[in-house]
C-alpha cells in the first residue's frame, strides 16, 4: 500500500544546534503537509507544500518538497526549547482527493 | 481555520462498556475526520463522517465497533463500543479538506 517514511524517529539535539526530519513518499503527492504536535497536545498544522522543488520558509523553519513531488523535509536552524515535539509529514496522493498519508512523526528532543 | 471542541477530554472506562465521544465545529464544514493516536505513534485514520451519508470506514475499522453520527454540519460523535484494554488510545476528529486539517483536542480513553 502507500506509505510516507519518515525519519529519523528520534533527535537529541543541544539547544542551539540545527534539526532536521525527513519524509519519503511510496507515490506521487499532489502536496505535503506539516503538522507539530507538542507533547500532550494535538497536531497543529505547519504548512502546505504544492509546487514540486518548492522551498518555504517560517522564521527558524525551512520547508521542501522534492522535485518529483515524492519527498520532502523540514529543517530547523537554532533549535529552541519551544521547538520541542513531535514532527509530522501528511501527504495526499496524486489519486486521492482527501485522505491523506501520514509519516511516524519525528520526535525532537533537547538535551539538558 | 476552525475551532474544534471535544467532549469529553479524558475518560477512564471498564471493560465490555461504550463511550461516546462528541466533536463540535464553530463553522460547517462537509467532511469531518476521525483518527486513533495510540501513546508515541502516528496518526490512524478510523472513517471519514459525511453528513447525510454514512461513515466510510478505514481498513481494520468496522462500524459495529465504531458507530459514527453526523447529523449536522458541525456536529459529530465516535462511540466505542464493547471496550478492551486495546482501545486505550487517544481519539481526535478534525475537520478540512486536502489542503490542511484542524484537530480538536482529544479524547485521552483509558480502558481498565
Known amino acids: 500500500g502507500q506509505q510516507v517514511m519518515q525519519i529519523p524517529q528520534y533527535q537529541h539535539v543541544q539547544e542551539g544546534e540545527d534539526f532536521t526530519t525527513y519524509c519519503n513518499s511510496s507515490?506521487?503527492?499532489?502536496?505535503i503537509q506539516w503538522y507539530k504536535q507538542r507533547p500532550g497536545g494535538h497536531p497543529v498544522f505547519l504548512i502546505q507544500?504544492?509546487?514540486s522543488g518548492e522551498v518555504k520558509k517560517q522564521k527558524r523553519l525551512t520547508f521542501q518538497f522534492g522535485e518529483a513531488k515524492k519527498n520532502s523535509s523540514l529543517h530547523i536552524t537554532a533549535t529552541q526549547t519551544t521547538d520541542v515535539g513531535t514532527y509530522f509529514c501528511?501527504?495526499?496522493?496524486?489519486?486521492?482527493?482527501?485522505?491523506?498519508?501520514w509519516g511516524a512523526g519525528t520526535k525532537l528532543i533537547i538535551k539538558p | 481555520s476552525a475551532v474544534i471542541s471535544q467532549k469529553p477530554s479524558r475518560d477512564i472506562c471498564q471493560r465490555g462498556t461504550s463511550l461516546t465521544i462528541q466533536c463540535q465545529v464553530d463553522?460547517?464544514?462537509?467532511?469531518m475526520f476521525w483518527y486513533r493516536q495510540q501513546p508515541g505513534q502516528s496518526l490512524t485514520l478510523i472513517a471519514t463522517?459525511?453528513?447525510?451519508?454514512?461513515?466510510?470506514?478505514e481498513s481494520g475499522f468496522v462500524i459495529d465497533k465504531f458507530p459514527i453520527s453526523r447529523p449536522n454540519l458541525t456536529f459529530s460523535t465516535l462511540t466505542v463500543s464493547n471496550m478492551s484494554p486495546e482501545d486505550s488510545s487517544i481519539y481526535l476528529c478534525?475537520?478540512?479538506?486536502?489542503?490542511?486539517?484542524?484537530f480538536g483536542p482529544g479524547t485521552r480513553l483509558t480502558v481498565t
Open positions: 501528511a501527504g495526499l496522493p496524486r489519486d486521492s482527493n482527501y485522505q491523506l498519508i
Open positions: 507515490t506521487t503527492l499532489s502536496n
Open positions: 507544500l504544492v509546487k
Open positions: 463553522s460547517q464544514v462537509t467532511m
Open positions: 463522517a459525511n453528513q447525510g451519508s454514512e461513515a466510510t470506514y
Open positions: 478534525s475537520v478540512g479538506q486536502a489542503r490542511e486539517q484542524y
